[in-house]
Nanobody, 119 residues
Framework: QVQLVESGGGLVQPGGSLRLSCVAS????????MSWHRQAPGKERELIAY???????TRYADSVKDRFHISRDNATNTSLQMNNLKPEATAVYYCGARHSSFPSVPDHWGQGTQVTVSS
């Protein structure tokens, strides 16, 4: 059974850092596009970063470029390092997985982890 579980969310002050983790079970991520998305209250879910398993290629939304870093730590763990967090980063963060070498809408989603940036 394919499952994704996120962890690492919490409350952080503006300018602080958090590291989110996504653990996959039921598959290994080498042939998947792993992605991180977020959904703020009243807004649509948005893609913020992805990594292509077979190539390691990464891409970021302009809003997080140079501050966030996605990595495939091992066969089942994908992380998102978030630095210099801003209040507008407050959202539920979701991990996604797509069985492909091309990024598109994930086949599988995690349950989400809340990130709150506030002083």
């Amino acid at each position: 059974q394919v499952q994704l579980v996120e962890s690492g969310g919490g409350l952080v002050q503006p300018g602080g850092s958090l590291r989110l983790s996504c653990v996959a079970s039921g598959f290994t991520t080498g042939n998947y596009v792993m992605s991180w998305h977020r959904q703020a209250p009243g807004k649509e879910r948005e893609l913020i970063a992805y990594i292509i398993g077979v190539s390691g290629k990464t891409r970021y939304a302009d809003s997080v470029k140079d501050r966030f870093h996605i990595s495939r730590d091992n066969a089942t763990n994908t992380s998102l390092q978030m630095n210099n967090l801003k209040p507008e980063a407050t959202a539920v963060y979701y991990c996604g997985a797509r069985h492909s070498s091309f990024p598109s809408v994930p086949d599988h989603w995690g349950q989400g982890t809340q990130v709150t940036v506030s002083s």
